[in-house]
């Protein structure tokens, strides 16, 4: 097969969540953030495996992303909007019965206006500065928003990722000031929010990253397997180089694996002449620029030609790749392209 495969573990997804449940504490409800397709590994299969696994609530970035989970999971599960209540998405809201997460004077009035007795949350910016009213903006129109009985007050952090920082402290005490007494379930949490601790869980948790095998969820199971393909093998004299500017040069005999997968498959340029790929447990350094479409290893330690080596598994997470291209788990995951076949292992498969 001349394409890629990427195997996405749905048993570890499940166990993630179920893992993350369980850190959320007791009478603690943990929602699921599924926006930009489950994380880049499949809206369908993943919201279908979470639901299985009992998550109840969901979360995605725009209203559009919402419609696959409605269709995955039928009528019951609430689909909760980021982006709130956006100029145009009223029908969508209304026919799916979507819940939008209003970030505004405007976007409330829209919203009581269009559709008075629909359901919808409210966020509050407690210092991120990208989404969610202003704390004055919030106090001004309180009374208004909380007479229509909001399903839900929510904030998100900045830096949950770095426990130490003192923003995780100051965002709390803010979003605590601004909902304490309203009676209204609250969740400032995603998952660097759950390994805080209990006094960031409110009513609801909304991990995201962590489901998928990402940091900081130190414990995750990996969840994203990719194997590519070797197309062809050479032998090069000392002195020989390798792909596009003759970046990387033989200093001694050497034999090269070409391997079908690229840049335009998410695996990123900057990995040129950084990354590893994996022979099993055997590390074979990627020697030369990534090309659109194709890789070229260093393989001549291995005693055989071997058909496919792995860029994400057990001896590689999204994070360790990550680290390479000087970016984070998120990106890795929500850049893996289509190209590769998909395919589902694990009990939801
Ligand atoms: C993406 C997102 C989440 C999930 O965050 P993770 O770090 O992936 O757990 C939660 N809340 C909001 C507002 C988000 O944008």
Known sequence: MGTATLTIDLDALAANWRALDAASGKGVITAATVKADGYGLGIGPVARTLHRAGARKFFVAVAEEGAAIREALGPAPEINIYSGHMPGDTDMIHDLGLVPMLNSVEQLTRHLEALPRHPYGIQINTGMNRLGMQPAEWLAVADIALSGAPTLIMS???????????????????????????????????????????????????????????????????VAHLSLPVIQTRDLEPGE?????????????????????????????????????????????????????????????????????????????????????????????????????????????
Not at 208 to 216: H, K, N
């Open 156 to 222: 998100h952090l900045a830096c949950a990722d770095t426990p130490d920082d003192p923003m995780n402290a100051a965002q709390l005490a803010l979003f605590g000031q601004l909902t304490d007494g309203t009676g209204v379930p609250r969740s400032i949490a995603a998952t660097g929010g759950i390994l805080m601790g209990p006094e960031y869980h409110f009513d609801m948790t909304r991990p995201g990253i962590g489901l998928y095998g990402g940091q900081p969820f130190e414990a995750a199971n990996p």
């Open 241 to 349: 180089a390798v792909g596009y500017g003759c970046t990387w040069v033989a200093e001694v005999p050497t034999r090269i694996a070409t391997l079908s997968g690229g840049y335009a498959d998410g695996i990123l340029r900057a990995m040129g002449n950084r990354a590893t790929l994996w022979h099993e447990d055997v590390p074979c350094p990627l020697v030369g620029r990534v090309s659109m479409d194709l890789l070229t290893v260093d393989i001549t330690h291995l005693n055989d030609d071997p058909k496919h080596l792995d860029l994400l598994g057990v001896n590689q997470t999204v994070d360790d790749l990550a680290l390479v291209a000087d970016t984070i788990g998120y990106e890795v995951l929500t850049s893996l392209g289509p190209r590769f076949a998909r395919r589902y292992v694990g009990a939801g498969a």
